[in-house]
């Protein structure tokens, strides 16, 4: 039984989407719990993190059938009409990304576009280092050079609390696949980590 059901299963998420996934997931949570102890570790970790969303956007429209933007973003209407049938229990099931799981991956990317950029303004402010290294200084401080003045607790409470959304998202996409996986019968951490999903 479980052979016909392996040989059943469908190829939908490419190694690409799988490995970015799991390589952003491990960054994060690595950032998040180690925060700027290991400053130069946490920076390459968020330069890792930026080059990994950087890629997925790029792939998001040469990428394989169900890696690409135009499989999973949807209108307004069907998003929240998917989301009222969720509640339901009469959502209808996708191969790809849901919906709410489509929103959910832009709102991710983002945060994380957000998240990255604020900690690059940051290490430029207090380390003078980075890409934007001698472009941006402390606002009231020589600008000489500096193509922006900018307010170093500001962006430190940005940073702060993009770390705080970007968590809360990352719940809201785990009991969303908690919901969809009970609602329809499937395993969609399983299906992250080999690539396949059940037809229906």
Request: aromatic share 10%; net charge negative.
């Amino acid at each position: 039984m479980k052979a016909q059901e392996n040989t059943a299963a469908i190829k939908v998420w490419d190694p690409i989407v799988r490995l970015g996934h799991w390589l952003l997931v491990a960054g994060f949570f690595t950032n998040y719990i180690m925060e700027d102890e290991v400053l130069t570790l946490h920076v390459w970790i968020g330069y890792s993190i930026l080059a990994i969303v950087l890629f997925r956007v790029v792939w998001g429209f040469v990428g394989s059938e169900h890696a690409r933007f135009a499989d999973f973003v949807r209108s307004p209407v069907t998003v929240t009409g998917y989301i009222r049938d969720l509640f339901r229990g009469k959502a209808r099931h996708y191969l790809g990304h849901n919906p709410a799981g489509g929103i959910m991956v832009l709102l991710l990317i983002v945060c994380l576009l957000a998240l990255t950029f604020s900690g690059v303004v940051l290490y430029a402010l207090e380390e003078n280092a980075g890409p934007l290294a001698g472009w941006v200084v402390e606002a009231g401080e020589g600008t000489a050079g500096a193509l922006w003045a900018a307010d170093e607790h500001f962006w430190e409470e940005t940073h702060e609390v993009l770390v705080n959304v970007m968590l809360g998202l990352v719940i809201l996409h785990v009991l969303g696949v908690v919901v969809s996986s009970r609602l329809h019968r499937e395993n969609l951490v399983k299906a992250m980590v080999t690539g396949r999903k059940p037809p229906q």
